[in-house]
């Protein structure tokens, strides 16, 4: 049976986020005694965490609550750019989304994928290393090479990539700015390029050339932040893939089956994403007045999805701390039941329009390392990190 908090709000969230990592929610909900619901202080103002079934269909319902403002300025700034998608609504926003999703269709993701393939393959041959920093390079090459940027060193490019994504935990804040503000001042430049050129056979070219809803031209400096919201999740994915590596390293079994049936490595790596999801958590602000299970909120107010607690919850999945290699072998649960990358649909929603991307090249990562012969060195990872790193070591066999 669900619980219903009746506790006030007296923990602050940033701060647990900041102690305790992906484990803050679950401290404060066996302290409020195993509640679904719970309010909390977010910022110093009350929020509602929630991970109920139909309060996830609802925090997706934009009925009930607006993007614009969620995400404190100085993290959304940070990790997506000003005037980026993840803070608009409304018809604004579909605009947006459909945008993305014509780009980032089934065959951007198996493109950007079979050159991954090619590269992880030749760096796998080559050598050793850390698993996250071979994975960022090999997913920021494939994506600049796909997207059709001038990327110069684009191993640098991907780095300052990965480390915007570092930042935004707030561990290394300041290098993830400096890194930004590197990143914006050349995609500016390469949206002007593009531009200039009035080419369209490119993504680059189609970004440059996205409109508003009133059909005029993005801005310069927004059609540029939309760049990086294409490329930098798919260097982020790296987090993701590292704990897939980490997770073949864990069970030699299951990866000698993988290795020997190819078609089970998609629902590994579901079951990755689920088991290490990159954000413990949402946010949204209420558009009016209402009960959230058990907790009044104020219109204004803050609603936190709880994205680990989703996706670990018993009732939803069964032994949630294990990775269970086949656990979605037939199929996957309903869209608010997993949801690592956000809930709901992409069409109509804010899931992550790169879902599907992620997904590919997730799997794509797991059937290469599986059968590559490499010995995998894992030293677990620090969940008190946001965003955690798995620490892994891919040595070739016989070095």
């Not at 969230?13 to 679904?36: E, F, K, N």
């Not at 078609?263 to 413990?280: D, I, K, L």
């Not at 989703?310 to 309903?334: F, I, K, T």
Request: net charge positive; aromatic share 6%; with cysteine.
């Amino acid at each position: 049976m669900r619980r219903r908090s009746t506790a006030r709000p007296t923990s602050e969230l940033t701060v647990g986020w900041w102690r305790h990592g992906y484990a803050s929610v679950a401290r404060l909900r066996r302290d409020g005694g195993g509640s679904d619901e719970l309010p909390v202080r977010l910022l110093g103002r009350p929020a509602v965490v929630v991970r109920r079934r139909e309060l996830v269909e609802r925090f997706y319902d934009e009925e009930w609550v607006r993007r614009k403002g969620a995400v404190p300025p100085p993290l959304a700034r940070l990790l997506f750019g000003r005037g980026a998608i993840h803070g608009l609504d409304g018809e604004e926003h579909l605009h947006r989304k459909r945008q993305f999703l014509d780009l980032l269709d089934e065959r951007a993701a198996h493109d950007v994928a079979a050159t991954a393939r090619r590269l992880l393959e030749a760096e796998l041959d080559a050598g050793h290393g850390d698993a996250f920093d071979l994975l960022a390079r090999v997913y920021g090459r494939a994506v600049l090479d796909w997207a059709g940027v001038s990327a110069g060193d684009g191993d640098a490019l991907s780095r300052d990539l990965a480390a915007i994504v570092h930042g935004f935990g707030g561990h290394s804040y300041v290098h993830g700015w400096r890194a930004r503000l590197r990143c914006d001042r050349w995609a500016r430049g390469e949206i002007r390029r593009a531009r200039a050129e009035g080419s369209r056979a490119t993504p680059l070219g189609r970004v440059a050339h996205w409109t508003g809803g009133d059909g005029r031209l993005l801005p310069v400096p927004v059609a540029a932040v939309e760049l990086l919201n294409v490329l930098r999740p798919t260097v982020a994915v790296a987090y993701l893939g590292a704990f897939a590596v980490h997770a073949l390293a864990a069970d030699p079994d299951e990866r000698m089956s993988i290795a020997k049936d190819p078609e089970r490595a998609e629902a590994f790596a579901q079951e990755v994403r689920r088991r290490f999801p990159f954000v413990p958590a949402l946010a949204a602000v209420a558009r009016r007045d209402g009960d959230w299970g058990g907790c009044p909120v104020r219109a204004g107010q803050r609603i936190v999805l709880d994205v680990l607690g989703v996706d670990h919850d018993p009732a939803r999945h069964s032994r949630p701390e294990e990775v269970v290699g086949e656990r979605y072998a037939d199929g996957l649960p309903g869209p608010y039941d997993l949801i690592p990358q956000g809930g709901g649909h992409p069409e109509s929603g804010h899931r992550c329009p790169g879902e599907p991307l992620a997904v590919v090249l997730l799997t794509t990562t797991v059937a290469t390392v599986a059968a590559a012969p490499v010995s995998l060195d894992t030293r677990g990872w620090d969940d008190s990190r946001i965003p955690a790193r798995a620490r892994v070591t891919i040595t070739r066999a016989g070095q």
